[in-house]
T-cell receptor, first 113, second 113 residues
Framework: AQSVTQPDIHITVSEGASLELRCNYSYGATPYLFWYVQSPGQGLQLLLKYFSGDTLVQGIKGFEAEFKRSQSSFNLRKPSVHWSDAAEYFC???????????FGKGTLLTVNP | DVKVTQSSRYLVKRTGEKVFLECVQDMDHENMFWYRQDPGLGLRLIYFSYDVKMKEKGDIPEGYSVSREKKERFSLILESASTNQTSMYLCAIGQQGFAGGYTFGSGTRLTVV
């Protein structure tokens, strides 16, 4: 069965600081990996995705993520956080023919001025 | 871009009522999903459908059923609503398998009293 672990429930950073959100997955074959963001009162928006190829993927809003097969990880990074990045972030894994995604429990990001 | 519309943003129902949550897409995508989102638990898959009249149970189907009579519409049914079904319900469609990721509706916040 596929699963996702986001070890950090809540992270607080200062505006302008760098950010790394952790994601570990379990999947039997080559996974499809995603990061979504949910701003307060908003729906989920796709930040970036990984299928194959270059293990460093770029997304929207200046985010990037690196796939590390040996560590079963897909961590999300941003070099300099803006106050508008305050939101909840979800990592998801999928694969196979039913296109089912399994989500982590989310990491809430607070940005201090 | 595809648009995913959930018929109600907020809904209040009484225990024991039969509840219908509607999700409509404006394109022709096969894969549609219902998730519920609860604080600290992330998104959990209830049911999904990969074509008209086709459905499969997700991770937490108990107390729910679904209907997909037309390709563009996927309904979630709570046969007899209970207070533990108070939650945010999110509909999603899958575009081009995993290649396009999921597009989510804005959600229905259901309160069962």
């Amino acid at each position: 069965a596929q699963s996702v672990t986001q070890p950090d429930i809540h992270i607080t950073v200062s505006e302008g600081a760098s950010l790394e959100l952790r994601c570990n997955y379990s999947y039997g074959a080559t996974p499809y990996l995603f990061w979504y963001v949910q701003s307060p009162g908003q729906g989920l928006q796709l930040l970036l995705k990984y299928f194959s190829g270059d293990t460093l993927v770029q997304g929207i809003k200046g985010f990037e993520a690196e796939f590390k097969r040996s560590q079963s990880s897909f961590n999300l990074r941003k070099p300099s956080v803006h106050w508008s990045d305050a939101a909840e972030y979800f990592c998801a894994v999928g694969g196979g023919s039913n296109y089912k995604l399994t989500f982590g429990k989310g990491t809430l990001l607070t940005v201090n001025p | 871009d595809v648009k995913v519309t959930q018929s109600s943003r907020y809904l209040v129902k009484r225990t024991g009522e039969k509840v219908f949550l509607e999700c409509v897409q404006d394109m022709d995508h096969e894969n549609m999903f219902w998730y519920r989102q609860d604080p600290g638990l992330g998104l959990r898959l209830i049911y999904f459908s990969y074509d008209v009249k086709m459905k499969e149970k997700g991770d937490i189907p108990e107390g729910y059923s679904v209907s997909r009579e037309k390709k563009e519409r996927f309904s979630l049914i709570l046969e007899s609503a209970s207070t533990n079904q108070t939650s945010m319900y999110l509909c999603a469609i899958g575009q081009q398998g995993f290649a396009g990721g999921y597009t989510f509706g804005s959600g229905t916040r259901l309160t069962v009293v």
